[in-house]
């Protein structure tokens, strides 16, 4: 039987600034999701490099993936991906535990309005108060570039909105740069960069110099 190659992400090009707000969109099986994993570290690119802070990445070993894994990126998943048995706040400080420069687990919490929640295990938060453990875990590392892989995908309208308004705040209020991938073309007009993807390529990139904020955008 002959091999067949088949290409996640071709020939995709485009930078992004620090401290900006980026949406990658684009249909299920556009190559989105994989141009995020390569971003943090996850999967590796087979051609080309991948930049960030001056450094390429695509030439790190796996010690040193490991190491931008850990101190550089902060992911945070479509289903959460809590530990059960441990409360909100230990969520949190666990993932700290390795870091070079964390974040005070409990503010950060407090950040995403969960100050009163921090001894609550995962079963006994909302979706959206889980998304929000998730995104304080993913922030408190105090990370280069916060990789969002459709964040609100399980999660119903209004509390969508919430975790939108918060990752908006970080970047807008915090400069935190964040990357969010999702198949809803309605959340563009939010960021500062759109990169639209089809078929494993970037078709197109806008700028949007003047980013409208999350609570006037309807879908």
Same mark, same amino acid.
């Given at each position: 039987?002959?091999?067949? @190659?088949?290409?996640?992400? !071709?020939?995709?090009?485009?930078?992004?600034?620090?401290? +900006?707000?980026?949406?990658? $969109?684009?249909?299920?099986?556009?190559?989105?999701?994989?141009?995020?994993?390569?971003?943090?570290?996850?999967?590796?690119?087979?051609?080309?490099? #991948?930049? $960030?802070?001056?450094?390429?990445?695509?030439?790190? !070993?796996?010690?040193?993936?490991?190491?931008?894994?850990?101190?550089?990126?902060?992911? $945070?998943?479509?289903?959460?991906?809590?530990?059960?048995?441990?409360?909100?706040? @230990?969520?949190? +400080?666990?993932?700290?535990?390795?870091?070079? !420069?964390?974040?005070?687990?409990?503010?950060? #919490? @407090?950040?995403?309005? #969960?100050?009163?929640?921090?001894?609550?295990?995962?079963?006994?938060?909302?979706?959206? +108060?889980?998304?929000?453990?998730?995104?304080?875990?993913?922030?408190?590392?105090?990370?280069?570039?916060?990789?969002? !892989? +459709?964040?609100?995908?399980?999660?119903?309208?209004?509390?969508?909105?919430? $975790?939108?308004?918060?990752?908006?705040?970080?970047?807008?209020?915090?400069?935190?740069?964040?990357?969010?991938?999702?198949?809803?073309?309605?959340?563009?007009?939010?960021?500062?960069?759109?990169?639209?993807?089809?078929?494993?390529?970037?078709?197109?990139?806008?700028?949007?110099?003047?980013?409208?904020?999350?609570?006037?955008? @309807?879908?």
């Amino acid at each position: 039987m002959g091999e067949v @190659e088949i290409r996640a992400a !071709d020939n995709i090009n485009f930078s992004i600034k620090k401290g +900006e707000f980026v949406v990658i $969109v684009g249909p299920s099986g556009a190559g989105k999701t994989t141009v995020l994993n390569i971003l943090g570290g996850m999967d590796t690119a087979t051609g080309g490099t #991948l930049t $960030v802070d001056g450094k390429d990445i695509t030439a790190y !070993d796996s010690r040193q993936l490991t190491g931008y894994r850990r101190d550089d990126i902060g992911f $945070v998943f479509q289903f959460y991906n809590l530990i059960p048995n441990l409360t909100a706040l @230990e969520n949190v +400080e666990l993932a700290l535990q390795i870091c070079k !420069d964390p974040l005070d687990a409990k503010k950060v #919490l @407090e950040d995403v309005g #969960l100050g009163d929640r921090l001894d609550n295990f995962p079963a006994q938060l909302s979706g959206g +108060e889980q998304q929000r453990v998730a995104i304080a875990r993913a922030i408190a590392k105090n990370p280069k570039i916060l990789l969002c !892989d +459709e964040p609100t995908g399980a999660l119903d309208y209004q509390t969508g909105k919430q $975790v939108l308004q918060i990752l908006q705040d970080m970047c807008r209020k915090k400069g935190a740069t964040v990357v969010i991938v999702t198949h809803n073309g309605a959340i563009a007009p939010i960021a500062d960069r759109v990169i639209h993807m089809h078929d494993a390529t970037v078709k197109k990139i806008e700028i949007d110099k003047h980013p409208r904020n999350i609570s006037e955008i @309807e879908w």
